[in-house]
Structure formats: C-alpha cells, structure tokens
C-alpha cells in the first residue's frame, strides 16, 4: 500500500490529552504528527461498539480487505514482469494466488464479519483473535504442507490488520518529512538508518534504556521513549504528538496548554544545552584539582565530529560491529583499514581511540551469512569474543585493519566480552600471530599497540586481579555488566525495573574492579550508559576513575557537574553508598544529595 502519514487518520476517535509513559531513552522535546512505522507485529486496538457503529466497521473492514487484494495483485503484477524479464521469481509467484484466495476465504473473512456483528468489536480486534483461532487450528495439523499454511494466514491478516491502521509498510528510507515514528519495535540496524533531518523522535512498545537501539537514539541526538507497551495500540498514523525523551512520556493530541507547556519544556531544554556547551574547552576538573579524562563513544565515523563538538578529543569506545550491520558481506580488510584511518586523521594527533573489535550477536544481528545464532538466549550465546574466536577469518581480517591504520594515529585496541583468563591468552594469541604476519610481510603498524579487556562480564570481574596483570587497560562496559549480573535483559521493557546501577552488588563489583585495576597499575575506563548518567557522575568519580566514555550529548552535562564538584565529596558520597544495603536506598540518597547540589538539573529533570 505505502501510505504515509499524509493519508493517514489525525486523532480518529481519540480523546485529546491522552498521555502515557514508557523509558526516557534519548533526552530532548520532540513535537509532531505520528508515524507509523511497520517494523515488527502492529498490536490490533481493543474498542467496544454501539449498536450504530457496526455497519460503518463492516465497511471498513471489507475496504481494508480490497485494499489488501489490490496491493497484492499490483505486487504479483510486478513480480510478474520481473521474472519474465530477469528469470527470477517465478517459484514464488503461486504464494500470492494462496493469499489472494485467503481474502476471500469464509474462515478468514466471514467469520471476522460474524464476530464484528456478534461481539460489538472493532475490526482490528476480531480480525486478530478470528486469525488467532484460524493458526491454532492450522498449528495442529498433522500434514506439514497444512500447518505451514499458518503464517499464510498470519502474514495476510498482518496485510489487512495494516490497511484497517492505515500504517506504513514501507521502509526507512522512505520517510521524506519531519515526522516522529511510532513502532512496535525498531532494531539497531533500523535505527542507524533514522536521518536526525527527517526523523524529530520515535517511539516503540518494545525496548529497554541501554539496548542498542537507545544507545543509537543518543547517538544520533533523535528523542525517543522505548518500551512504552502500548503506544502502537493508542496511536494513530498522522496523530499529534508531544514526545519527552527526558523523562519518558508521551501526549497523544495535547491540549493548547499541555502544548504549551511542552512549548516551554523544549525551549529551556534547548538553552540549558547551549549553556553547557560554553565549557566546552575546559578540562573536566573537580575544583579541589582532581583531573579525569572524558571520551566519546561512537558506532560509525560520522560521530567523530559531534564528539569533537561537545569538548573530548579522544573515542573511548569505537563500537565496530556497526559497520557490520544492513550489509550481506562482511567488511574487507582495506575496508577495515580506510574506515579507522579516516577516524584517527580526523582527529586531533594528541588524540586517542579506542577500537572494539566487534560485537555481533545479542540484540546486534548481522544480515551475514552464517552469523545468524537460532538460539532462544542470544545474550548467553555466541557474542562478542566468542564469535571472533569462532570465526577467526573475520577477526583476523578486522585486526589487520586496525593494525594497519595505528600507523596513521594513536589506536588500541579493545575486546568485548571476555569472561576469564583463558579466553583472554587466546585472543591475545591471534593478536600477536597477526602482529606477526605484517611484521614478516613488511606492514607498518604501532608494535607498542595497547590492548585492552572490555570489564562485563561478572566472571571477568570476579578475576579482575588476573586479567589486570595480562592487559594494558580496562573498560568497564556498565550496560552488560548489569545485564548480566542481576540477571535482566537489557533490551527487554518487562524487566527494566530491575535495571539499578547503583545496586549493591554493582558498586562493590566496580570498586573491586577498580581497586585491582589500581594494584596492577592498569587504567581503568568506564564506558557504559552509566557513565554518561549525571546521577551517577559523583559516586562513579569517587571511584578513582581515569576515563568516562559516553555519547556525545552527554559530555557537557557531565563535565559540569564534575568542574562544580569537589573529589573529596565524591569520596564521601560514595562510601555513604557502600554501607547502605539496597539499591532503592542508595537512589533515594543519591538522588537528594545531586537535587540539593544540582537543583536545575534534577529537580527540573533536565
Ligand atoms: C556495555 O556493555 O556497557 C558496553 C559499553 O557495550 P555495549 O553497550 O555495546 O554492549
Ligand atoms: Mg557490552
């Protein structure tokens, strides 16, 4: 169909005002029309009917089935011509009689019909639990051809379900406009493809603050609020929309004065920014002279200059599987090569980055060959380290490019989700067998390139004395340190509740990580989201940090609190922390004591 916003439906039947709340994930005020974007299952609206409205809803449901059929027989059409002209196709072309028949079919038709009439539901709704019905029966069929037929029957009440919505189905690259996205779920792959020009914010049922998917949100400077639940069900294509990143909300057709108070919110959002940016230039210093360094994380070179922008000079995570993604080849070496480089040339010479090597796998998933994991636990499976090791082809070539480009700037090297010793001596082993194959062939490349352990794994931690005397540095990577020590998916909105940074065990895991990091002599980054928290600011300083590494929106918030702040009090609150016992006491405490110090940030919730 590829409707866009333009034809869909302002407000049909909303009350204004309608206001939800989902998870803050990028900070920012965003004002605009909604649009829905079909990246994953629509969740059908639940409404009641008079007695008066059913005609009206046949009609729209029997609109929606025709506009469904015509959609099809255009695509076969095309199709059509497509296999006579390239020979390609044509074994496919039977499934779009199957699903033309389906809009005819009696089960799948009619029967929604019956409920709409019988139970006084919209469409939306009798379609869905009438196709539920329909697969459950298909599910449990002996004869495989039959119970295949399944997501036949899925695939076309999905067709129709989006015509009833009148939401997108097209993709990304589509969107022409200023428009705010609104979706079940949208992946990293998909978010990377966002163009901030086009794209004001977006919203998504699904979702956690530090998936991948939020972390690019921030990246790209896009507002967002993730994990809403709901926001497919109670939004229309072409509503209007306030969307709060800051504190995770959302206004469906506001009133004139929530409009204006939004108004409001975003202009003072907006000047508290440009204030911040003001300190740029200056180090980021407690006033009784304690100096820690702040860097940027980036997913593609294009960041590199935003992160100069907002005052750090060096990349403290360069995530590198990004380049991985929206792609069905891997990255050649020279691709490898020319991308770091230009990283590094684009950056001051005193600056430093700091490569991963990559991180497929989990929520990050490659369309490459072979990279595909069909496991329910994809965060427990073959991530990080253990799909470089698995495929050393690709690690080699990967390392060789980053080898290569240290010649051109001040590069080290980075490893993701190493979990104890023995993991690390191999990965070192590869490392040191590339050196030497450019060594033998003549390549110039940094021969004292530091390596480095990402910290988050709670195994990893737990040996950090060993790992520490093996290693040039450590980087505490926060978000899956959390994930996986208290047990919480961090992509998954039903157990973002659970996500406390400031949990017990958290703190004295990152204080033994540090401490053991301090006996070795090994420095120490943080480069989780928790770095770029300014709640956190304080008791993670009082750690004995090096290095902070966050997005770039985050380094001038960051740098304030810590140029207003004294390391001493640092100290103080964090071992006022240490002796509490639960995670919702040291937030509350927290919480207080950066209120009272920071009122415009906390209180107002900058
Ligand atoms: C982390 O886990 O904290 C981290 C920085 O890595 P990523 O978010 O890419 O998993
Ligand atoms: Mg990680």
Not at 18 to 45: E, H, N, Q, W
Not at 49 to 61: M, N
Not at 356 to 370: E, Q, V, Y
Not at 418 to 425: F, K
Request: with cysteine.
């Amino acid at each position: 169909m590829t409707k866009t916003a333009d034809h869909n439906n302002p407000g049909r039947g909303r009350e204004r005002g309608c206001v939800f709340t989902g998870i803050g994930a990028s900070p920012g005020i965003a004002i605009g029309r909604a649009f829905l974007l079909d990246r994953g299952k629509l969740k059908p609206r639940q409404e009641k009917l008079s007695s008066d409205q059913v005609e009206a809803e046949i009609r729209r449901f029997h609109e929606a089935v025709q506009g469904a059929r015509r959609e099809l027989e255009e695509i076969k059409e095309k199709t059509l011509k497509r296999s006579d002209r390239e020979g390609v196709g044509q074994k496919h072309d039977y499934l779009f009689d199957v699903h033309l028949l389906m809009l005819g079919d009696k089960m799948l038709i009619d029967d929604t019909v019956t409920l709409i009439k019988e139970k006084k539901i919209n469409a939306e709704w009798a379609l869905s639990l009438n196709s539920e019905k329909i697969i459950n029966f298909f599910k449990q069929m002996q004869d495989s051809y039959l119970r295949e037929r399944q997501s036949d029957v899925a695939h076309v009440s999905e067709r129709i379900l989006r015509h009833l919505t009148k939401s997108e189905y097209d993709s990304i690259d589509k969107i022409s406009r200023g428009v705010i996205i609104v979706a079940h779920d949208l992946s990293p792959a998909d978010t990377l493809q966002l163009n901030p020009e086009k794209v004001k914010a977006f919203v998504t049922d699904l979702g956690g603050r530090t998936s991948h998917t939020a972390i690019v949100a921030r990246s790209l400077e896009i507002p967002a609020v993730v994990g809403t639940e709901q926001a497919t069900e109670k939004i229309n294509g072409g509503d209007h929309l306030v969307v709060d990143g800051i504190e995770g909300r959302i206004l469906v057709n506001p009133s004139p004065e929530q409009l204006s108070s939004y108004l409001e919110k975003q202009q003072q959002y907006n000047s508290f920014q440009e204030q911040l940016i003001l300190n740029r230039d200056l180090p980021a210093e407690t006033t009784d002279g304690f100096r820690i360094s702040l860097a940027g994380n980036i997913e593609t070179p294009e960041e590199t200059e935003s992160i100069l922008s907002h005052g750090a000079v060096d990349i403290g995570l360069y995530r590198t599987e990004f380049l991985f993604l929206n792609r069905r080849n891997p990255p050649s070496e020279e691709e490898h090569f020319q991308t770091y480089r230009k990283v590094v040339e684009s950056l001051p010479p005193e600056s430093r980055t700091t490569i991963r090597t990559f991180d497929l796998g989990s929520d990050k998933i490659s369309d490459l060959d072979h990279f595909h994991e069909d496991s329910i636990n994809p965060a427990l499976g073959l991530r990080g380290i253990r799909l470089c090791l698995n495929r050393r082809d690709i690690f080699v070539t990967q390392l060789r490019g980053i080898l290569r480009a240290s010649h051109y700037g001040r590069l080290k090297i980075l490893m993701p989700m190493i979990s104890g010793l023995a993991e690390l001596r191999q990965a070192l082993e590869v490392i040191d067998e590339t050196k030497a194959d450019l060594a033998r062939e003549g390549i110039p490349f940094d021969r004292e390139i530091k390596v480095g352990v990402m910290i988050e794994v709670p195994s990893a931690a737990v040996v950090s004395d060993q790992l520490a005397r093996n290693i040039d540095f450590f980087s505490i990577g926060t978000n899956d340190l959390i994930q996986y020590t208290l047990a919480l998916d961090r992509s998954n909105e039903h157990v973002s509740y659970l996500y406390e940074p400031l949990h017990p065990a958290i703190l004295r895991l990152l204080k033994k990580v540090i401490d053991n990091a301090r006996a070795a002599n090994v420095p120490v980054t943080i480069c989780g989201e928790m770095a770029g928290e300014p709640l956190y600011t304080l008791v993670l300083l009082g750690l004995g940090l090096d290095k902070l590494s966050m997005n770039a929106i985050s380094i001038p918030h960051i740098k304030q609190i810590i140029r207003q702040s004294t390391f001493v009090e640092a100290r103080q609150m964090l071992e006022e922390c240490l002796k509490m016992e639960t995670a919702v006491e040291i937030e509350a405490f927290i919480a207080r004591e950066m209120g009272r110090r920071f009122p415009e940030t906390f209180l107002m919730k900058i």
